[in-house]
């Protein structure tokens, strides 16, 4: 069990997943299955917290979904956890938009973050417990 562990994404990472109204998983990209270390089977129907890291404020999220339910687009610094329990750090941008049924739904898209802010947000999360 790689606990613990920091996998840094590559430089042209792009990690795309995709949520119903309530955060539930309906789609995820290969990149995010990979990094995550899940199969698509394994997280689609999931609560998108499946992949929640303890270090993560609780403010981060609330922020996240009083955002994209307003209808806004949320950026943000995301520390998330892999299914050996390692970790990695993703600079998020999350939409809203509907599909093909009007229902409401999101997506979130992952890029690598620099070195300065995984550092910076690290230490500003942990005082926000
Ligand atoms: C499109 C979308 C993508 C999300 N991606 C993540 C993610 O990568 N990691 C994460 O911890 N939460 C993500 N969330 C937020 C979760 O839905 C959830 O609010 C968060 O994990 C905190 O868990 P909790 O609400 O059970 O406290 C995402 C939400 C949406 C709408």
Partial sequence: MASGVETILKEDAFLVSETNAKGTIIFANQQFCNI???N????INQA???VRHNDMPK???????DTVKEGRT???FVKNRTASNG????FATVYPYKNIDGEQCYMSIRRKPSREDVQKYSELYKTMH
């Fill in 36 to 38: 995550a270390e899940y």
């Fill in 40 to 43: 698509l089977e394994e997280l």
């Fill in 48 to 50: 998108h917290n499946i």
């Fill in 59 to 65: 403010a981060a999220f609330k922020d996240l979904w």
């Fill in 74 to 76: 949320w950026q943000g």
């Fill in 87 to 90: 970790y990695y750090w993703v």
